[in-house]
């Protein structure tokens, strides 16, 4: 465990044990979801769930009021006969309504599992780069994963078998007051008792299964977080440290699991005491009734039946429970992501403009991640449409932050963002980011065919534009050299490309999107001198007649841009062409000449 603590100072997950009462308000709003099928699937299967209960509640007068009383101490062997063939045709009827009431109920909760993974992963889609900064790919996994399956038994079973437990008991308990109230009376006066101990439970039970998801969270979020890095990992030979934490996690997760599965065993053994003890009454107490003639022999086995029916839905209950307490644990955690607004919400009368120009214009604009420290300071900036526009400065001067207020994955903290004059928040998310397309250093590549992967900017391209595409920025000509050619399957991140390689499908991509704002990040720094030199013309053919904007570090790549801006700590420190800033012998000059001075020591 010494391990685990070391390691955890490098592992941040903002999973916590989210402290809300249960209630049956967020209940009622898990069950929504069979909403969709309340007037098809669930008559169909309370119907069948009512047959089932009704002939459970049924039998036993049947063996004992009816047989014994009527039968079998008069002797008439015709009418036990006929008892047993009506016994026999109950436990028939009641088989196949149970086969159709365990396949529709299955089919409901099936349904509505997909459905929930479906609202929860849209909506994911939907939020805010902010969501995402705060936390782990991991942790969002077991949310849409193991989550939402966690519920499914609560769906498919438990829901129709907690109201047809309720039912039965409902049921058992009016026919053991009528066959004997006092009886009946004195063997139910445990239950007070069981419901005091559930209730003191109930806390600590769903405590320890929030506990138990977010444990799970965890060793999910660092096991995503080892597969990612395994390459750093063994190239700092740091498997025997990663083990020793994931070590760590997995044993905190067993312990929850142990410790959540101990405290709904509790459960049982009061259930299975009620039980016992109200049996010795029955017997005590049943035994003087039938002795003063009070209660038949019948009445007393039918009695007999129903004491041991009785306490089977109410161990199931106590399971039922188990089930709520988890699926509780589960939407709660689910609910609080699909209640999760957008950090960057779209207004309900966005716009749309009939043309994007490009032109776009920063208006004293301020911005901060987070209240310790402003990423940018009075921003005034004007990239004209058309215009190639270069960004340079430090690491941390901003130049991440600027086209990432472009593309409104943050709003400004402070003044405003504009395209061809209208402030972003006033258009529609889906119209501007259409219009805009990234090229970054780190380019991800989908799992699929190369074709997908350029074409995912454009699902709608046909084969000949995406080759078109690719031939254009100068990616043809290695996608042909694969075994399949455009049909050449690829990886998660494309680890079977070279880096390169993976930059020209990341160009090809853009310029099928056809954006007319361009953003290139870092975009050729991972790209050797020759491969950028033959990309040099399907750049300019990329970057004609659109807004672009180029994060840069090598310099030498953005000589030629329209406007070059100089950032230092979130604010502008000068800006115009290379030659302008080149003769001001400023900011720029000396980052020019600091290159130069490193690449000739190189040399």
């Known amino acids: 465990m010494e391990q685990t603590t070391k390691r955890s100072r490098f592992h941040y997950t903002t999973e916590q044990i989210i402290e809300k ?119 969002i996994l077991v949310r849409v994963i193991n989550d939402v399956n966690s519920m499914q038994d609560l769906f498919t079973n438990g829901v129709v078998n907690l109201l047809m437990d309720i039912v039965m008991l409902v049921g058992i308990i009016i026919i053991l007051f009528t066959l004997s109230p006092e009886l009946a009376m004195l063997i139910l006066i445990v239950l007070p008792i069981m419901f005091f ?89 049943g035994a003087s009734l039938i002795e003063s ?99 340079v400065g430090h690491t941390g001067s901003g130049k991440s932050t600027i086209v990432n207020l472009m593309s409104r994955f943050y709003d400004p903290t402070k003044g405003q963002v504009l395209l061809d004059g209208t402030d972003l928040r006033d258009l529609r998310l889906d119209e501007l980011r259409s219009n805009v397309s990234y090229v970054l250093q780190d380019t991800f590549i989908f799992a699929g065919t190369i074709m997908d992967n350029i074409r995912f900017g454009r699902p709608d391209a046909t084969d000949q534009e995406v080759k078109d595409a690719a031939k254009a920025i100068g990616a043809h000509e290695f996608i042909v050299k694969l075994e399949d050619g455009y049909d050449t399957e690829v990886e998660e991140k494309g680890n079977v490309l070279s880096v390169g390689e993976r930059q020209l499908l990341s160009f090809a991509r853009a ?52 406007k070059i801006i100089v950032l230092e700590q979130g604010k502008v420190l000068e800006e115009g062409t290379h030659d302008e800033l080149m003769e001001s012998r400023r900011a720029y000059y000396n980052l020019v000449k600091s290159q130069y001075a490193a690449m000739m020591d190189k040399n």
Request: no cysteine; aromatic share 12%; net charge positive.
């Open 21 to 139: 009462p249960f209630n049956w308000s967020q209940m009622v709003r898990l069950l929504s979801y069979m909403k969709p099928y309340a007037w098809t699937l669930l008559p169909k299967t309370i119907i069948a769930m009512l047959i089932v209960t009704a002939v459970r509640i049924a039998v036993p007068i049947f063996i004992g009021v009816l047989a014994i009383d009527y039968a079998i101490i008069p002797g008439d062997v015709n009418l036990l006969y006929l008892f047993a063939v009506s016994v026999l045709g109950l436990y028939l009827f009641s088989w196949i309504a149970n086969v159709f009431r365990i396949r529709w109920m299955n089919e409901i909760g099936q349904h509505m599992i997909f459905d929930i993974r479906t609202a929860l992963f849209n909506h994911i889609q939907r939020l805010s780069h902010r969501f995402f900064d705060q936390r782990s790919g991991g942790s």
């Open 293 to 391: 003639n009070t209660i038949s022999i019948g009445v007393f086995v039918s009695f007999a039946f129903y004491l041991g029916m009785f306490w089977e839905p109410i161990s199931r209950l106590g399971q039922v429970y188990n089930q709520l307490l988890v699926g509780m644990a589960s939407s709660e955690r689910i609910f609080e992501f699909l209640d999760e607004k957008p950090s960057v919400p779209e207004k309900k009368d966005a716009i749309s403009l009939s043309e994007v120009k490009g032109e776009i214009v920063f208006r004293d604009v301020e911005f901060a991640y987070d209240e310790s420290r402003k990423a940018l300071q009075d921003i005034n900036l004007t990239f004209q449409a058309g215009q190639t526009i270069a960004l």
């Open 197 to 285: 101990i559930s209730t003191k439970l109930r806390r600590k039970i769903r405590r320890s299964w929030q506990t138990v998801r977010v444990r799970q969270s965890k060793m999910n979020s660092h096991l995503n977080e080892s597969i990612q890095g395994i390459r750093v990992t063994q190239a700092y030979a740091q498997e025997k440290e990663n083990m020793d934490f994931f070590d760590g996690v997995n044993t905190d997760n067993y312990e929850s699991w142990k410790h959540a599965t101990r405290m709904n065993a509790i459960f049982r053994p009061f259930v299975e005491m009620s039980s016992a003890i109200g049996a010795v009454v029955l017997i005590w107490y």
């Open 511 to 562: 310029l099928l999107a056809n954006p007319r704002i361009l953003i290139l990040d870092e975009a050729t720094a991972s790209i050797d001198t020759e491969t950028e030199l033959k990309i040099q013309e399907g750049l300019k053919r990329l970057l004609a007649n659109r807004t672009a904007v180029m994060i840069a570090h090598r310099l030498s790549t953005i000589r030629d841009a329209n």
